[in-house]
């Protein structure tokens, strides 16, 4: 097995957890049917999700279909993964300009962690985002490490 074959079945894989996680995570009491969201906040929520699980759908076979382009489908594929996270980080970013947070009362919980005796609250959404990001550049690099065989 090459690095290459690895990589696109990581790829794969990154693609549809994010595509099943967004639909998981989103579509519930927390989130889509919570009662103390406007009912258009709820409607942007529901369009987004849908669009990450449609492009999840398009990514798994543009990575794993075989065929001629097999290099162009798998970076095409890797900017289609990193699109939703690099939104992330730029409504993360300027989430003060349109007064935005991170986790709603009612919603998911931060995760707290003790550090030396402070308590650090870490948002969920955050550390997932970054490992996504993360992963995606790690599968990148083994697929233009190329076809060496481990």
């Known amino acids: 097995m090459t690095n290459q074959t690895t990589a696109r079945d990581l790829l794969a894989a990154l693609c549809l957890l994010q595509g099943l996680a967004t639909v998981a995570i989103d579509l519930n009491r927390t989130h889509a049917t919570n009662p103390d969201w406007t009912g258009h906040a709820r409607f942007h929520l529901v369009w987004q999700t849908a669009a ?18 097999q290099d ?10 990193g ?11 300027a989430r003060r300009a349109y007064k935005g947070t991170l986790s709603d009362p009612n919603g998911m919980p931060s995760m707290k962690i003790k ?25 990148v690099a083994l697929y233009r490490h190329g076809g060496a065989s481990y």
């Open 52 to 69: 990450f699980a449609w492009l999840a759908l398009l990514e798994v076979p543009l990575v794993l279909a075989g065929g001629p382009l």
């Open 72 to 81: 162009e489908r798998f970076y095409l594929a890797s900017v289609l993964a």
């Open 83 to 93: 699109e939703p996270m690099i939104g992330f980080f730029a409504a993360f970013i």
């Open 115 to 139: 550090i030396q005796g402070s308590t650090v609250c870490i948002d969920l959404n955050l550390v997932a985002e970054v490992g996504g990001i993360l992963t995606l550049a790690a599968i």
